[in-house]
């Protein structure tokens, strides 16, 4: 359902920034401002200012922008609307439904979380009474601490067929309610509905907002289901919920760090142990609206799924299915528990050390992908290796954000190359420690660093216009050196030449006078550009520089500018280049702007900060698309 815009006006002006910002980050009043240390990044010295009469925050540290219902958004894990639907509440104002029935619908779904919290504190209670005792026993046997047992408000179902269903019946619920809920079995013949779950010790799901929307009931009998899980309903669909997500949120985002497991006692397991960041999916495949919900709390979860053969099948669907959903800055990485072990059994065994061990080693998605295709193959021939730079490439197309794109493609050719070197390459390879089974160095081991968020660096390929250490200068002078060697290049790359910013006044002369040939119809040739320059009196400096540009020193350096290249690889690599040349400028002067915006907060400012911010992403997407293609 879209939410007016009024409605969302409204709201913005009825939220006290400050104050919403203030229940997170200490702020201190400075002029017009508030500033505090940002929440978003670790940092010693505050760099994070919010604008009240503006109506948003600021960090000069990570660019992190917004208002109100951004920052409920980034610090709290929700959704647009969950968001929205908290600053409402909070604000006295009603989230407006746009027809009767979603209206009806609401207040269905309202009365329905009644109806789930009536249950889970009926089940709460069973557990405590006198039909509780062989629960109590299985949960004591698990080495589950009684205050373990509140926190996570487990429960049991007894064994009576519609015990529940009588029980709350004589409340005064109705059996349409408890059947629409998943609590009773309706039979399709038309007989007596009776209760879902039956002597099972019951873990509460919750939603987002810690609300009660279904339940996971673990048998304590022969039953034909170990685990039984509610059914869908309109406030519970299991492919979007995440077991423990609302008591994990918190701690994920003060440690940076969420576990995703594979069961309920395993999430219990690791909280008791004092690792009160884990989650778990419900009973399904790691789904893509899950995915991003771990993402909204932290850059890089971590996955742990049981070291056996079916945990590693799961772990190696998950991966495959966070290919397509990667961003900048946000990925996976897995943790491998040793054959036999999940993480319950692991830290009631060997203690919390044990867990936080491997969680330091987890491996990054990138080296568990190339794992995947490694493992088990031989690839001793020219022909088996070809097959597996095939398959790479095919990983590498289900990538559909061109950034992260283009960093796994250079990553996958780079370790090809490592794993492939000619013989002098592998015998280094094999002193200093040689492949293992995998196809990775014995001695490398996992690295803990993370990728900047705020914009990729330029790709370190194809030489001197691109190389990530290639300064402005070296760049510029490739360029015009390119359309010096191929004079046909300025007549399909014109409009660029005109856009294009140099730094050197030298350089900036010769594209002049380039333009000038290009429009007055007279061929550009190399003598022509040095009698240009010899009736302006600048003969020397531009003759030094033009032999230099067109000599062979830059020629060997990059492709571009020798004159034997063919004019369609010269007009894609001399684009490709000022595409990466024109980013750098655009994120100059975004960093002008935001320093700008940091001394005088004017609309203004912030206006022509968006408007920067927004042309950087465009002309990085631009960059990396043209350099894909």
């Keep these: 359902m879209a939410i007016p815009e009024h409605f969302l006006a409204e709201l913005r002006s009825r939220v006290g920034l400050v104050e919403l910002v203030g229940r997170r980050v200490k702020l201190t009043r400075r002029g017009r401002e508030h500033t505090g240390l940002c929440p978003f990044h670790n940092e010693k010295t505050p760099s994070f200012t919010v604008n009240e009469d503006k109506g948003f925050y600021h960090c000069f540290g990570c660019s992190a922008h917004g208002g109100a219902i951004d920052f409920v958004i980034n610090t709290e894990g929700l959704s647009f609307p969950e968001a929205v639907e908290r600053l409402a509440g909070e604000a006295g104002m009603e989230v407006p439904q746009s027809a009767p029935r979603d209206r009806e619908a609401e207040e269905r779904r309202k009365n ?119 059914p869908e309903t309109p406030i519970f669909h299991k492919g979007d919920l995440l077991y423990n997500l609302a008591n994990a949120r918190q701690p994920a985002r003060d440690d940076d760090t969420l576990v995703v497991v594979e069961g309920y006692m395993d999430v219990i397991a690791l ?25 909204r709390l932290v850059a890089e979860p971590a996955l ?79 022909e088996q290796r070809a097959g597996l730079r095939k398959d790479l490439r095919a990983v590498v197309g289900e990538i559909a954000d061109g950034t992260v794109r283009t960093y796994y493609g250079d990553h996958f050719k780079d370790r090809l190359e490592k794993a492939f070197a000619p013989s002098q390459g592998r015998r280094q390879s094999r002193a200093e420690g040689g492949f293992n089974r995998a196809g990775y160095n014995r001695n490398w081991r996992p690295g803990s660093g993370r990728r900047p968020l705020y914009a990729p660096p330029i790709p370190a390929h194809r030489g001197l216009g691109q190389g990530r250490d290639a300064d402005t200068s070296s760049r510029e002078r490739l360029l015009i050196a390119a359309l010096l060697n191929h004079p046909d290049l300025i007549h399909e790359v014109f409009e660029e030449v005109g856009e294009l910013r140099l730094s050197s006044p030298a350089l900036d002369n010769i594209r002049t006078v380039i333009i000038e040939k290009a429009t007055s119809g007279v061929p550009l040739d190399l003598e022509g550009l040095r009698n240009n320059f010899l009736s302006g009196g600048m003969a020397d400096a531009a003759t030094r520089l033009i032999a230099e540009l067109t000599g062979p020193g830059i020629a060997h350096l990059d492709p571009l500018a020798r004159p034997d290249t063919t004019l369609a690889r010269a007009i894609k690599d001399w684009t490709s280049v000022f595409r990466w040349h024109r980013l750098e400028d655009l994120r100059r002067d975004l960093k002008a702007a935001e320093d700008d915006l940091g001394r005088d907060m004017t609309d203004e400012k912030q206006t022509r900060f968006l408007a920067l911010k927004e042309a950087v992403d465009v002309a990085t997407a631009e960059a990396v698309g043209f350099d894909d293609t």
């Design 112 to 230: 329905l979380y009644d109806v789930m919290q009536i249950a889970a504190d009926w089940f709460e209670g069973q557990l405590a009474g006198l039909a509780g005792d062989g629960a109590r026993q299985y949960i004591e046997g698990r080495g589950l601490e009684a205050a373990t047992v509140k926190r996570f408000h487990l429960g049991y179902a007894p064994v009576r067929r519609d015990l529940m269903k009588q029980t709350l019946l004589a409340r005064g619920l109705e059996e349409a309610q408890l059947i629409e809920a998943g609590l009773l079995i309706a039979p399709e013949d038309g007989g007596d509905s009776y209760d879902r779950f039956r002597n099972r010790l019951m873990f509460p799901i919750t939603d987002a907002r810690d609300r009660v929307v279904a339940f996971g009931g673990r048998a304590l009998g022969e039953q034909r289901a170990k685990y039984l899980n509610s």
């Design 271 to 295: 909280d008791q142990a004092g690792l009160p960041f884990a989650v778990a999916p419900l009973g399904t495949a790691l789904t893509e609206n899950q995915m991003a919900g771990l993402w």
């Design 304 to 382: 742990c799924f049981d070291g056996d053969a079916a945990g590693q099948r799961a772990a190696h669907r998950a991966a495959e299915r966070a290919l397509p959903l990667l961003q900048p800055g946000h990925s996976l990485k897995f943790i491998a528990l040793p054959a036999g072990e999940d993480p319950d059994s692991l830290v009631r065994a060997k203690g919390t050390a044990a867990f936080t061990d491997l969680l330091a080693a987890a491996v990054p998605l990138s080296e568990t992908l190339w794992r995947m295709q490694v493992e088990g193959k031989n690839l001793e021939t020219p």
